[in-house]
């Protein structure tokens, strides 16, 4: 990232990666959208595939500033965890919150993992 430097939702370069990463969404991804799409869960509008700054986030609700991360096996291999924490920071100092699940924790879980957000939903709430 470049100090200093704007980063615009319209880049064409950011907007064919969202595209590219819409169109090839993993198991995981399709699931957790299927639960969380047209304001179905807590009627929140979430967005798939979202930009903030040099960063495309899986998934991000606005109203929330909560992003959600669903990551696979590569995320732990140690340069991905620090490329993770990096970004997260900047999300962060962005003010939006970001939640890590695993692909495999999606697929067998679901149920915990939504109510892991509707968790962090009802406490955001009743903070506003």
């Known amino acids: 990232m470049v100090p200093g430097k704007k ?10 990666r969202r595209r590219e990463l819409r169109q090839r969404q993993t198991d995981a991804e399709r699931a957790f959208w299927s639960q969380v ?3 179905q869960f807590h009627s929140l509008k979430f967005f798939r595939q979202f930009s903030v700054g040099p ?16 990551d696979g096996g590569q995320h732990n291999l140690l340069e ?10 900047f999300l962060k ?3 939006i919150q970001v ?10 879980e ?4 939504l109510e892991k957000i509707e ?3 009802d406490l955001s709430l009743s903070l506003s």
């Open 37 to 39: 799409r047209s304001h």
């Open 119 to 121: 968790e962090y939903v």
């Open 93 to 95: 100092s962005q003010g």
């Open 55 to 70: 960063y495309i986030l899986d998934f991000y609700c606005p109203a929330l500033k909560l992003a959600i991360e669903l």
């Open 7 to 16: 980063y615009l939702h319209n880049d064409p370069a950011i907007l064919d």
């Open 99 to 108: 939640m890590r699940f695993w692909n495999h924790e999606v697929l067998l």
């Open 80 to 89: 991905n965890r620090e490329y993770d924490a990096i970004r997260s920071d």
């Open 110 to 113: 679901m149920r915990g993992v």
